[in-house]
């Protein structure tokens, strides 16, 4: 589904690319924040994400998307 393809891609671009937090994406594209975290967590990406921003606990992390 082209739709479903694109969606799952502008979600994973402001996780990864844009810094954006899970609740942050899910209130920009005005989706449930379960809907962005089965897609965020289901990427195969992810497993190393969390790895590494547990051993930096990096905080104050700013969203950079922009309309």
């Given at each position: ?37 089965q897609i965020v967590t289901k990427d195969e990406r ?22």
């Open positions: 589904n082209k739709k479903f393809s694109k969606m799952k891609e502008k979600i994973l671009e402001l996780f990864y690319k844009q810094k954006c937090t899970q609740k942050e994406i899910a209130e920009k594209l005005k989706l449930t924040k379960s809907y962005v975290s992810y497993p190393d994400f969390k790895k590494e921003k547990l051993k930096n606990n990096k905080k104050n992390i700013i969203c950079k998307y922009k309309k």
